[in-house]
């Protein structure tokens, strides 16, 4: 019988090798990313984002994207094409966004949109990172006489766009307080926002920076106000198509590098001279010193491109966000060593 037993283990033990080295065999090198392929192929980045959200992800009457979402997949296009403006962009509705990621139209989607459990482990997407900190609130008329969200009462009608967790946050928020409301629903942004504008809802409920954004498109701005609670958060980043690993790491790392640049004070105006410094982490930002490009299948000046075209996050900020008066404070998206929350892995 011990012999028996014997044998049996020896053959679990064996089957179990030949599994773990059949798993090593399918770890996907850098040669095999079909998305990186394709997209040198291409000659662009195919980038999904907002139908219009100034800041994020907002075109003007050209149709010259800008905004700190759009930064992200110019920077992805800096590491990979060597050209930040190589990007195509497809406008998306929050209904459409995930659709057009996994059917292939889009290889990119960075479009604030918030990373949830149930996002992240739905098959088919995968969140690599975090490019800007928000929080749900209302936005009410200054006339309404409502200055905070203890002044809701029953009956209250919400506008808000269909298929986002602002709809959930919504619901969970008023139901909470016990608040009966009529939600008015839109799929497209600036439907909700000529809704609200129109009189047609008391109050407009989205990401604080969305409605600070939108804000900007009313009527007459300044009768308009957000209240001061936030009711939820809101980490909002890029997202791409699970099955390249290499692809979600040269996104990732495409954001990183941005933000590691504020956190070393190297930007697109002195990227060139900090080639020379003697810290070791700038070398290897810039491209100097070691190998980062290889682990990713780019060369190794991918990094200095993205600070030499793009900036480095504080300067995205500034641009987009900072000098069109939308948020001129960054709160939690300041640098971890200036008071905020943005933090991310060192690049070694």
């Known amino acids: ?93 929050a209904k459409e966004r995930f659709t057009a990621l996994t059917s292939g139209e889009i290889d990119v989607l960075s479009r604030n949109t918030t990373w949830t459990l149930s996002r992240d482990a739905d098959i088919g997407l995968t969140f690599v990172g975090v490019n800007f900190y928000d929080g749900q609130g209302f936005m009410v008329r200054k006339d309404s006489g409502m200055t905070s969200v203890n002044d809701f009462r029953d009956g209250i009608s919400a506008c808000t766009n269909i298929g986002t967790t602002t709809e959930l946050n919504m619901r969970d928020f008023f139901n909470s307080k016990g608040i009966s409301y009529e939600p008015v629903a839109f799929e497209k942004a600036d439907e909700v926002v000529a809704a609200y504008d129109a ?48 692809w979600e790491d040269i996104v990732r790392w495409s954001l990183n590098t941005m933000i590691e640049a504020e956190e070393y004070g190297v930007n697109s105006g002195n990227v060139d001279a900090m080639k ?62 200036k008071g905020g929350i943005l933090y991310v892995p060192p690049a070694r």
Not at 223 to 228: F, G, I, S
Not at 288 to 311: F, P, S
Request: proline content about 4%; aromatic content about 8%; glycine content about 10%.
């Open 1 to 93: 019988m011990y012999k028996y037993i014997k044998y049996f283990l020896c053959l679990v033990f064996g089957l179990a090798l030949l599994v773990g080295c059949e798993q090593q065999g399918k770890k996907q090198s850098k040669s095999d990313s079909k998305t990186l392929k394709n997209t040198i192929k291409k000659g662009f980045v195919r980038c999904g984002v907002s139908q219009g959200l100034p800041g994020f992800s907002n075109a003007d009457a050209s149709g010259n994207w800008t905004g700190v979402d759009v930064d992200v997949c110019r920077a992805v296009a800096a590491a990979v094409l060597g050209d930040a403006n190589k990007v195509k962009y497809t406008p998306l509705s």
């Open 199 to 246: 009189g047609r809802c008391d109050t407009y409920t989205t990401d604080k920076s969305g409605l600070a954004a939108q804000r900007t498109k009313m009527t007459n701005p300044d009768d308009h106000m957000v209240l001061p609670e936030t009711i939820s958060k809101e980490p909002l980043g890029p997202v791409v198509r699970q099955g390249d690993s290499v």
């Open 276 to 337: 020379s410094s003697d810290n070791p982490a700038i070398k290897r930002l810039v491209g100097a010193e070691g190998e980062m490009g290889a682990a990713l299948g780019l060369d190794n000046d991918w990094n200095y491109r993205i600070i030499k075209q793009v900036g480095n996050y504080g300067e995205s900020y500034k641009r987009n966000i900072a000098d069109t008066g939308i948020l001129p404070d960054r709160g939690p998206n300041e640098l971890w060593t």
